[in-house]
C-alpha cells in the first residue's frame, strides 16, 4: 500500500467533519446526515485522535474551527467538491433525456408534490422523476439539474421562473376548533398550545424565520409564553401533530391547501401573512433549459402554481396590509 493511502484519514469520518465544518453546528450536520447528534461527536473525535490535534474548539452553545480544523475543512471541500462534480458528470453520461432530477425541500416534496405525482404520472407517463429532498436550498457550486428553490441567488449558469410568495395561517382540525371557539380571535388562540417550526432549524438562508412570535407582531400581539408553544423541526412533523389535535399550528397554503379543501382541517381565523418578498422558484440549468424534460415539468409546474401565483400577486389594494384578516375563500 502507497504512503499515501496510509496517511487518509477514516473517510467516513471526513466527510462528517466536512458537515459539522460546513455548518459550524454537529447538531445540524447530524440533521444533514441523518444520524445522531451523538454520532457525530463520535466520528469528529476519531478523526482528532487520528491526527492526534483538536480540530474544533467547543463551547456551551457553539463550536468552531481551530487553526489546524480550518486548513483540513479547505482541503476538505474541495475534495469532496471535486468528487460531487465528476460524480455529477459520471450521472449524466448515463441517464436517459426522460430523466429529471429535481431538488426540494422536504415539506414541498412530501405535502405539496407528492399529491399531484399521480395526476403528472397520467398526463407524462415517458417522464422519470428523481426527487431529492433538502432541508435547505441546493449548492449552487454542487451542480444540479432543477430544484424548487426558496428565495433566488443568481447565477450565470441557471435559470429561474417565479412560482409564487408564501402566505401563512394558522390552522387546526374541525373538532379542535368545535372543542375551542375561542381560537377564532387572535386573543384566544394565545389560550392554546400553538405548534411551532423551531427558527433554530431554519435552512433557508436568504429569509428571516417565521414562528409564532413573528406572525402574532404582524398584528401587533405579543408573543406567546414558552408554556404555549411546542417547537419543531420539520414542518411534516408539525402538520402531524396538528392532525394529532395537540394544537393550532402556523402553516403555508401551498402546503396545507389539500387539506382545506378535503375539510381535514380548517382556519379559526381569517388573520393570514402574505409574505410577498418570500418568493418560491423553479430553478434548472441554463444548458437544459431547452430540453423536453425540463420544457415538460416546467410546464407542468407553472400550471399547478397558477393559483398561487393569482393569489400571491393581488394588487396591494386589496389587503390593507401585508398581514391581514381576509375571509377564506373555498375553492
Same mark, same amino acid.
Given at each position: 500500500m502507497s504512503r499515501s493511502r496510509l496517511s487518509l484519514p477514516p473517510l467516513n469520518a471526513l466527510r462528517t467533519f466536512e458537515a459539522a465544518a460546513r455548518h459550524g453546528s454537529f447538531k445540524m450536520a447530524?440533521? +444533514?446526515?441523518?444520524v445522531?447528534?451523538?454520532a457525530v461527536s463520535r466520528q469528529i473525535q476519531a478523526l482528532e485522535e487520528f491526527y492526534r490535534l483538536s480540530l474544533f474548539a467547543r463551547s456551551n452553545r457553539k463550536v468552531e474551527l481551530t487553526e489546524d480544523g480550518h486548513a483540513l475543512?479547505?482541503?476538505?471541500s474541495s475534495a469532496l467538491q471535486h468528487i460531487a462534480t465528476a460524480s455529477r458528470d459520471l450521472l449524466r453520461r448515463n441517464s436517459r433525456d426522460d430523466e429529471l432530477y429535481l431538488i426540494t425541500t422536504s415539506a414541498f416534496a412530501q405535502?405539496?408534490?407528492?399529491?399531484?405525482l399521480k395526476r403528472l404520472r397520467a398526463q407524462y407517463r415517458d417522464l422519470q422523476l428523481f426527487l431529492i429532498s433538502s432541508e435547505g436550498n441546493p449548492d449552487f457550486h454542487a451542480g444540479f439539474d432543477a430544484a424548487v428553490t426558496l428565495g433566488l441567488e443568481e447565477h450565470p449558469q441557471y435559470v429561474a421562473d417565479y412560482?409564487?410568495? +408564501? +402566505?401563512?395561517?394558522?390552522?387546526?382540525?374541525?373538532e379542535f376548533f368545535e372543542q375551542h371557539p375561542q381560537i377564532s380571535t387572535l386573543e384566544g388562540l394565545l389560550t392554546v398550545p400553538l405548534l411551532n417550526l423551531s427558527a433554530s432549524h431554519w435552512k433557508a438562508k436568504l429569509?428571516?424565520?417565521?414562528?409564532?412570535a413573528f406572525w402574532l407582531q404582524q398584528f401587533g400581539c405579543d408573543a406567546p409564553t414558552s408554556k404555549m408553544t411546542m417547537n419543531f423541526s420539520h414542518f411534516p412533523m408539525l402538520l402531524d401533530a396538528v392532525q394529532q389535535e395537540a394544537g393550532v399550528g402556523l402553516a403555508w397554503r401551498h402546503l396545507v391547501q389539500q387539506q382545506l379543501e378535503e375539510g381535514k382541517l380548517v382556519r379559526p381565523t381569517g388573520a393570514t401573512y402574505f409574505a410577498d418578498d418570500r418568493k418560491?422558484?423553479?430553478?434548472? *440549468?441554463?444548458e437544459l433549459v431547452n430540453s423536453k424534460k425540463i420544457q415538460i415539468f416546467r410546464d407542468w409546474l407553472m400550471a399547478q402554481?397558477?393559483?398561487? *401565483? +393569482?393569489?400571491?400577486d393581488l394588487p396591494n389594494g386589496d389587503r390593507s396590509s401585508p398581514a391581514t384578516i381576509v375571509p377564506d375563500p373555498r375553492p
Amino acid at each position: 500500500m502507497s504512503r499515501s493511502r496510509l496517511s487518509l484519514p477514516p473517510l467516513n469520518a471526513l466527510r462528517t467533519f466536512e458537515a459539522a465544518a460546513r455548518h459550524g453546528s454537529f447538531k445540524m450536520a447530524a440533521e +444533514e446526515l441523518c444520524v445522531t447528534q451523538a454520532a457525530v461527536s463520535r466520528q469528529i473525535q476519531a478523526l482528532e485522535e487520528f491526527y492526534r490535534l483538536s480540530l474544533f474548539a467547543r463551547s456551551n452553545r457553539k463550536v468552531e474551527l481551530t487553526e489546524d480544523g480550518h486548513a483540513l475543512y479547505l482541503a476538505t471541500s474541495s475534495a469532496l467538491q471535486h468528487i460531487a462534480t465528476a460524480s455529477r458528470d459520471l450521472l449524466r453520461r448515463n441517464s436517459r433525456d426522460d430523466e429529471l432530477y429535481l431538488i426540494t425541500t422536504s415539506a414541498f416534496a412530501q405535502l405539496w408534490l407528492m399529491p399531484r405525482l399521480k395526476r403528472l404520472r397520467a398526463q407524462y407517463r415517458d417522464l422519470q422523476l428523481f426527487l431529492i429532498s433538502s432541508e435547505g436550498n441546493p449548492d449552487f457550486h454542487a451542480g444540479f439539474d432543477a430544484a424548487v428553490t426558496l428565495g433566488l441567488e443568481e447565477h450565470p449558469q441557471y435559470v429561474a421562473d417565479y412560482l409564487f410568495a +408564501e +402566505e401563512i395561517f394558522p390552522v387546526c382540525t374541525p373538532e379542535f376548533f368545535e372543542q375551542h371557539p375561542q381560537i377564532s380571535t387572535l386573543e384566544g388562540l394565545l389560550t392554546v398550545p400553538l405548534l411551532n417550526l423551531s427558527a433554530s432549524h431554519w435552512k433557508a438562508k436568504l429569509w428571516t424565520p417565521i414562528d409564532w412570535a413573528f406572525w402574532l407582531q404582524q398584528f401587533g400581539c405579543d408573543a406567546p409564553t414558552s408554556k404555549m408553544t411546542m417547537n419543531f423541526s420539520h414542518f411534516p412533523m408539525l402538520l402531524d401533530a396538528v392532525q394529532q389535535e395537540a394544537g393550532v399550528g402556523l402553516a403555508w397554503r401551498h402546503l396545507v391547501q389539500q387539506q382545506l379543501e378535503e375539510g381535514k382541517l380548517v382556519r379559526p381565523t381569517g388573520a393570514t401573512y402574505f409574505a410577498d418578498d418570500r418568493k418560491h422558484y423553479f430553478v434548472c *440549468r441554463r444548458e437544459l433549459v431547452n430540453s423536453k424534460k425540463i420544457q415538460i415539468f416546467r410546464d407542468w409546474l407553472m400550471a399547478q402554481t397558477r393559483v398561487l *401565483r +393569482e393569489r400571491s400577486d393581488l394588487p396591494n389594494g386589496d389587503r390593507s396590509s401585508p398581514a391581514t384578516i381576509v375571509p377564506d375563500p373555498r375553492p
